[in-house]
């Protein structure tokens, strides 16, 4: 409750004691000196204008509560009076709340307490640090750059003046301070403004000094697609580095690194070995699909090379995703399933309308694409023969025919099937014989179509009733086939239906836009009652 309220009493004062121009002004030439490396010169400077100047306050604070600049650490010298005078800073304000309440100082000669002054008068502090602060994570991420520009930056947001804020701010940036480049005021900050690039850079800057957290920032930046093109790459370089310097930390017991050392073990999670092959890659994004990030670096690693099939799928995998080039993309995706990439035939099967998967579902097979429900390539080119059977009817030119062919080489189902419909030169004279009853009102002939022959039957109306026989040959090596009598005319079952006869003399009727299927019969008759229309028939599968 105490730190809240001083809390509140530090920033309604920030007014009262901002830092000035003229404070800046005086402060610059002691500054110079101790960047040159004058420190002794550029210290007495600042300590014959510490008690009324607060750059060189807090400069001097910083040196003698750390021992920085080649000078011994000295608490009393720091707390009184430089930075008791700096009550009602933010400066004042983050420092008592980072390291005085967290007991970050440690006992130096048989000191064990400071005294510091707040609204409510003195107040003791104790010493319980295990190390000295300059060798603490926090400390030093703040110290980059030199506590002269560390000094500027602290200042500079409680400098009276948009001026002097922006001179203050500049300077300590130019001359190094990582706190300084990284400073966003407006953290809500469109991503897609020139604003927020400017901030990219200056991570980057700050992350070239040593600066953990912009690592950090920017690999999250890179890993993401935040305002720049994913590098995850770079992603993957910055956040080894910033856990090659985290760890060290832990050799002298300093725990305030702990934090941002799991963030960069977790995000180092969704970085792959880019030393690994293609295909332990591809194996690794098999098992990686709850991580979407480490699934965007997998495929992005994987564009880039050019060992595998998968490598061009997932160039093109982008564009895909946009509506304005998808179409073209979808070109290039089937003639790279063509070429086997299971990744392209994957999505093809994922995508495409069910009646156009049978050529996929052949593709599955013929690359040995791993399927939790078809599990062998047979069970894939099974599927790819019903598939294509379903629709038979649909195909234009030779399609078809071209199809069947393919899996025919595959499954033996589809090789009957094709051996029936296409392997034989003239199936009308090797395997069927014809007998229609009232020729001068039907007909009867083979055409080819789709790639296939097929019989048509041509039935005029007629006021008594006809029928058409078949005699079908035995198939050498085939006992089961199939019939199908399909007509776009609606036909009743009493105005035509089909009868099989099976070698062992058993009967099966059936009828039209309906199939037989079963042992190959010896004799199929169709059946056509007396009626006022005409009409055609064709039938598949004799």
Known sequence: MKNILIGAFLLAALNLFSATQTQLDEFLPAAEMIRSGRNSEGIAKLEAIGERNQFAAVTLYLIYSRGYCERTVDYPKAVSPYFNSLLGTAFYFDEHQLFWTKKRFQPENGLTYVTLRDEYGPHQYRLDGNHPLKQCYTEQMLQIGGVIPRALFEMARDAAG???????????????NASALVWLPNVNLSRKSPEFLEHIRRLEKAAE??????????????????????DHRKAGELLKKAEK??????????????????????MLRAVPDYKKSTADLLKLMGKASSDPVLM??????????????????????????????????????????EAGSLSAINYLLQTSNQNQKYHYYYLAGKFGLKHYEYKTPQAFYTKAFQSLQQIRFNFRGDEYKRELKLLAEVLPAAKETYER??????????????KIARKDFATAEWVEMQGRKILIVKVKACDQSNYIDFILSPIPGKRDGEIFMHSRTSLSSYEVWAEVIRPDKTKQRFYVNNSYFGVRPERFRINIAPAKKTFELRINGL
């Open 421 to 434: 419909e296409f392997g034989l030169e003239d199936p009308k004279k090797e395997q069927l014989a014809i």
């Open 245 to 266: 310097k985290l760890l060290t930390y832990a050799a002298i017991k300093c725990t305030h690194a702990n934090e941002d050392l799991k963030k960069t073990q977790k």
């Open 209 to 230: 000094l040593g600066h953990v957290p912009s690592m950090i920032t920017l690999a999250e930046i890179y890993q993401q697609n935040i305002s720049v093109p994913t």
């Open 296 to 337: 965007d670096a997998l495929a992005s690693e994987i564009a880039k090379r050019n060992d595998s099939p998968e490598c061009a799928f997932f160039r093109v995998q982008k564009r895909l995703e946009r509506r304005a080039t998808r179409s073209a993309a979808l070109v290039e995706v089937k003639k790279i399933a």
């Open 162 to 176: 948009r001026t002097i804020r922006a001179q203050a701010m500049n300077l300590a940036r130019e001359w190094g």
